[in-house]
């Protein structure tokens, strides 16, 4: 599973070395050469990268038809105290069609009274650094198909969720029946806050790795729903888990449907190395409060969306490569080459 994960994302990588970048704004007086996401999606090659800048007006549905990567300013940046100024998120709602395999969801707000935020029809995308809120339906992400209605079409594979920050919605299949489920996903150093919905926080899945994700919330109707559901042969390990109390007892999935998905049970999931906390009153302006939580800073270094290789980045803070160390040979002979040194590192 990890090796496949790790290669989807250095071929992502490598796919969009010399791809062309596309700027767009619907802010008025723009000097972006396209005002809507679609029309840069259009405009766009397999491959391509769609810049988004913030906006205080939404953007809308785009329909994705093709691979491309779609980047947009992140979330929280004024509030998080990175810089003194900044643009708005970018507040958008995607639906990638299964011709776009491969296609990367980078640093947008979904906030969305909705029935789904971001429905994924295609193989081997990935989702990182978003914000997610959808209060009325409990949905922030749907693995489906273009066509629901067809039991026999494969279901999407492969796919890699990591940090974003989940407010009160969670990651779901829909249009399939309960035994179906999405495979091959990677869901990491995620932050779930306060799930009191109609859905799991993560559940339809198999053959996955659930690992490093932060899973937090309150009694009653504010982080009172379980965090995992219908979860099978898949590795879910180094997250801190929240427990929700169901007949006087502290549970993270629902014991009605333990015959589905019993997350403990050692012949189906392999449940290793998890913190699981009872529940507690959280309030958040910011990602960075969840970082100051005591509970959070407690297991950090081994549990939670702060810790592992990818630990989640506070909005704001851009995931660009940064320079780690540089080596410049202080003389050179006349007419001979400067070796120069670089080595550069994802800034986390």
């Known amino acids: 599973m990890r090796k496949t994960i790790v290669t989807l994302v250095a071929l992502c990588a490598a796919m969009t070395a010399n791809a062309t970048i596309l700027r767009v704004s619907n802010v008025n007086g723009s000097t972006a050469p396209y005002s809507t996401i679609k029309a840069a999606h259009d405009a766009a090659s397999e491959g391509d990268t769609i810049m988004v800048d913030g906006s205080e007006t939404r953007y809308g549905l785009t329909e994705i038809s093709k691979r491309v990567v779609l980047i947009g300013p992140g979330f929280w940046i004024n509030e998080n105290g990175l810089v003194q100024e900044a643009a708005p998120a970018a507040i958008a709602e995607f639906l990638i069609h299964a011709g776009a395999a491969g296609t990367v969801i980078e640093g947008f707000k979904f906030e969305y009274n909705r029935t789904s935020l971001l429905t994924i029809n295609a193989d081997n995308c990935i989702v990182r650094r978003c914000y997610f809120w959808n209060h009325s339906n409990y949905v922030a992400i749907r693995f489906s198909r273009d066509d629901v209605s067809s039991q026999s079409l494969p279901n999407p594979s492969g796919a890699v969720i990591q940090q974003n920050f989940f407010a009160d919605c969670g990651i779901n299949i829909y249009g399939l029946k309960y ?29 996955s790795q659930i690992e490093y994700n932060t899973m937090i919330g309150g009694e009653g109707n504010s982080g009172s729903y379980p965090c995992f559901g219908f979860i099978y042969s898949s590795s879910i390990e180094h997250n801190i888990i929240r427990r929700i109390k169901t007949d006087n007892k502290y549970e993270h999935f629902r014991p009605e449907i333990i015959r589905f998905a019993n997350v403990n049970d050692i012949d189906t999931n392999e449940w290793s190395d998890n913190i699981e906390k009872s529940p507690s009153s959280v309030e958040y302006k910011t990602d960075k409060d969840i970082l100051e939580l005591e509970a959070i800073k407690e297991y950090s270094e081994n549990y939670g969306a702060f810790a592992g290789d990818s630990p989640y980045v506070i909005s704001g803070i ?24 670089i080595k550069v590192g994802i800034q986390k």
């Open 179 to 207: 035994e179906t489920e999405m495979t091959n996903v990677l869901i990491s150093n995620n932050i779930f806050v306060n799930n009191g919905g109609g859905y799991e926080d993560i559940s339809h899945l198999s053959n």
């Open 318 to 341: 851009p995931s660009a490569p940064v320079i780690e160390d540089l080596v410049v040979p202080t003389t050179v002979e006349a007419g001979s080459k400067m070796k120069v040194t």
